[in-house]
């Protein structure tokens, strides 16, 4: 019931193109869902969150879609940068408590 | 920084050592957190402090023990582990509302 299943576990695009990371749940009691970025040696800090009464929100070139029939959201990167390359985390919470998924890598080539 | 700090950032310890691991924030946060980071798993809640009050600890072997004796400062404290609790230990805080949660760049356990 809590948790959460991200795929890819790792994804390699070129400069400017769109990755795409997947997440779904299945406790229907979460009430917000972050995404979260994690470059190698620090924390990982929070980059857009989105609640289940929208069905998208953009942040730059971030976007999560969010299809709460599905019980699924997913992140886009627009124009992807190599300065992206991160490891990704998508979590969902109730009573204020993460789960998180288990992680993207996104490399993106030069 | 993020304005939570974490110390040391690296250590390695043998079986029978005692060590503790050390968490400040000063963002005026009340909740606290250490997870668990190893590789190719998601992140592990381990404890989980309210206004000092330990409010969940996630069937966490008692060779962890945490400490928390105010709102800015949460400890670690480790005991005779074992070579599979090698990994990266994060602290986080949290400002009411789910927005908040700041982590700190964690600390890199390897036990010997």
């Known amino acids: 019931q809590q948790q959460v299943k991200q795929s890819p576990q790792s994804l390699i695009v070129q400069k400017g193109g769109i990755p795409i990371i997947n997440c779904a749940y299945e406790?229907?009691?979460?009430?917000?869902f972050p995404w979260y970025q994690q470059f190698p040696g620090k924390g990982p800090a929070l980059l857009i969150a989105?609640?289940?009464?929208?069905s998208e929100k953009k942040e730059g070139r971030f976007t999560i879609s969010f299809n709460k029939s599905a019980k699924q959201f997913s992140l886009h990167i627009m124009d992807s940068q190599p300065g992206d390359s991160a490891t990704y985390f998508c979590?969902?919470?109730?009573?204020?408590?993460?789960?998180f998924g288990q992680g993207t890598i996104l490399t993106v080539h030069p | 920084e993020t304005g939570v700090t974490q110390t040391p950032r690296h250590l390695v310890m043998g079986m029978t050592n005692k060590k503790s691991l050390k968490c400040e924030q000063h963002?005026?946060?009340?909740?606290m957190y250490w997870y668990k980071q190893s590789a190719k798993k998601p992140l592990e809640l381990m404890f989980v402090?309210?206004?000092?009050?330990?409010?969940e600890n996630n069937s966490v072997p008692s060779r962890f023990s945490p400490e928390c004796p105010n709102s800015s400062h949460l400890f670690l404290h480790l005991h005779t582990l074992q070579p599979e609790d090698s990994a990266l230990y994060l602290c986080?805080?949290?400002?009411?509302?789910?927005?908040?949660?700041?982590f700190g760049s964690g600390t890199r356990l390897t036990v010997v």
């Open positions: 986080a805080s949290r400002a009411p509302g789910p927005y908040g949660y700041t």
């Open positions: 406790n229907t009691a979460f009430d917000y």
């Open positions: 989105i609640r289940p009464d929208v």
């Open positions: 979590a969902a919470s109730r009573v204020e408590e993460l789960t």
């Open positions: 963002l005026g946060h009340n909740a």
């Open positions: 402090y309210n206004f000092k009050e330990q409010t």
